[in-house]
């Protein structure tokens, strides 16, 4: 089974839905991030968790808001969908303190439509 | 603040031919310098990586060396495979261990 896993892989939608996106994972690592990724524009940083009770805005937060239910989950919600935000999402997580901190390990993206 | 910048792409090449995809960036620090591969359809996975100056990172026949001085961390392979097709991003992990990434290259392997 897969480590970081997200759920829906694929979703169409309509301007001005709330859609929410979801990931988990059984790593057990305490970091977790999402990002957004465009054609040309690499990944950028939309939010990232270090643990339950602490959540910071990555570059690009306006319009996308999280949630960290628990260790393993993290999810990314837009309030309104608008067409801007097509693009792929990715999920990703990471450990803290040992020497792989700062490496990132991502699920297998979401697919993410707004028409 | 950090930035990643690489090659542009997309680059294709023959199997059995020699790869460079070139990487700099700019940075506060020490940062740890990554490449990531993104294959059809799939997320991103860690492909090497290395921690100080002129550590160099290798995995499955991939190379790059963190270059303080030239402040690059380019990716080689000798022989790349039809199988390496894919798009490679260059990314920096700083103090905050937070990634900066490339914009991406893509990478077409024919046979």
């Known amino acids: 089974d897969a480590d970081v896993t997200q759920t829906p892989r694929n979703r169409i939608t309509k301007t001005g839905k709330r859609i929410m996106l979801e990931c988990s994972q059984t790593k057990g690592h305490d970091r977790m991030y999402w990002y957004r990724q465009d054609p040309g524009l690499g990944l950028r940083l939309i939010y990232y968790s270090f643990d339950v009770k602490d959540i910071n805005k990555g570059e690009i937060s306006d319009g996308y808001s999280v949630s960290r239910q628990a260790q393993a989950k993290f999810s990314l919600s837009l309030e309104s969908a608008i067409p801007n935000q097509t693009a792929l999402y990715f999920c990703a997580t990471s450990d803290f303190g040992t020497s792989a901190t700062d490496t990132q390990y991502f699920g297998p993206g979401t697919r993410l439509t707004v028409l | ?111």
């Not at chain 2, 680059?11 to 294959?39: D, K, M, R």
């Not at chain 2, 080689?76 to 900066?100: H, I, R, W």
């Open chain 2, 1 to 111: 603040g950090n930035s990643v910048t690489q090659m542009e792409g997309p680059v294709t090449l023959s199997e059995e031919a020699f790869l460079t995809i070139n990487c700099t960036y700019t940075a506060t620090g020490y940062p740890s310098l990554f490449w990531y591969v993104q294959y059809p359809g799939e997320g991103l996975q860690l492909l090497l990586k290395a921690t100080k100056a002129d550590d160099k990172g290798s995995n499955k026949g991939f190379e790059a060396t963190y270059r303080k001085e030239t402040t690059s961390f380019h990716l080689e392979k000798g022989s790349v495979q039809v199988s390496d097709s894919a798009v490679y991003f260059c990314a920096l992990g700083g103090s905050n261990y937070k990634l900066t990434f490339g914009k991406g290259t893509l990478l077409t392997v024919n046979p």
